[in-house]
């Protein structure tokens, strides 16, 4: 890391090691964190709940699947359908082809907005394998779900991915990796940072309201804070696909709309019967 003019050059290896002769990236690590950190906050919240290891166990797989299938889709079909619709392989598997053949490329794109989507989906089946309510299931998963994103939002910006807008404020960060010569507004970071302190407060509501685990105040919480900041911080991030240039909202703003509503939803009929 340097530092020009008092901003930030960033210009990391996107490779810490290899593993069988595969590079790991920042992302795919940080992934892997987010997913084991939500799995123990998760597991321990459910022992809280007085819930069986039979009933926890199917968990990891079924939210596994549904975000990484669900990332995968919605980046594939809300940015770049033109493209993946006429490649479908491309789109389920970690493969591209080029001139040379297939290669392995990894998933070169992941929506939270369809993460959201596939995990939800996900539960219905779970919950009906396992006998456990709905609301009360998507609860506890928002208590550690912004945990998960912040991990992933801090794998993004060590990808040197979804930038800011070009900025002269003392942080600015030149990614040289995205071939930026100007520093731009780590958004990365700014999304990392809320979505710790919106994890944080949520442990500390979960600590003086669990009895209100079931009523669909976690799940509102969650949805209302994440996607609400991700809506705003949209306004100082650069577009994604050249069809935002047009549009009023980006692609991310309107994604956001219909979960802040259903997040506010949540929340207000739980103040409501308070």
Not at 34 to 43: D, E, F, M, N, P
Not at 84 to 91: D, F, K, N, Q
Not at 138 to 155: E, H, K, S, Y
Request: contains cysteine; aromatic residues 18%.
């Amino acid at each position: 890391m340097d530092f020009i003019n008092s901003a930030i050059v960033w210009d990391p290896s996107i490779s810490p090691f290899s593993i069988f002769g595969f590079g790991v990236r920042y992302y795919a690590l940080c992934w892997v964190i987010g997913l084991i950190g939500a799995y123990y906050i998760v597991k321990r919240l459910y022992k809280n709940g007085g819930k069986s290891e039979e009933q926890f166990d199917p968990l990891f797989m079924y939210c596994f699947i549904g975000i990484l299938v669900g990332a995968r889709l919605g980046h594939c079909l809300f940015y770049q359908p033109d493209y993946y619709l006429s490649h479908p392989i491309e789109m389920l598997l970690p493969i591209k082809q080029t001139a040379d053949g297939w290669v392995f490329s990894g998933y070169e794109g992941l929506a939270s907005h369809g993460g959201t989507i596939g995990v939800i989906l996900a539960l219905l089946l779970y919950v009906r394998k396992t006998g456990l309510k709905m609301v009360w299931t998507l609860d506890n998963l928002a208590i550690a779900a912004p945990f998960f994103a912040t991990m992933v939002r801090i794998g993004n910006f060590m990808n040197s991915e979804i930038l800011g807008t070009e900025t002269d404020l003392p942080w600015g960060v030149v990614f040289v990796q995205a071939g930026k010569t100007v520093p731009h507004h780590p958004a990365q970071l700014y999304e990392a940072m809320a979505y710790l302190v919106i994890f944080l407060i949520g442990i500390l509501l979960y600590k003086k309201y669990k009895e209100r685990i079931g009523t669909g105040l976690f799940t509102g919480y969650c949805l209302f804070t994440i996607f609400t900041f991700r809506f705003f911080v949209e306004f100082i991030k650069e577009k994604q696909v050249n069809f935002e240039e047009s549009m009023t909202l980006d692609m991310g703003q309107w994604l956001s709309i219909p979960l802040i509503i259903l997040g506010g939803y949540y929340l207000f009929r739980n103040i409501r019967r308070s």
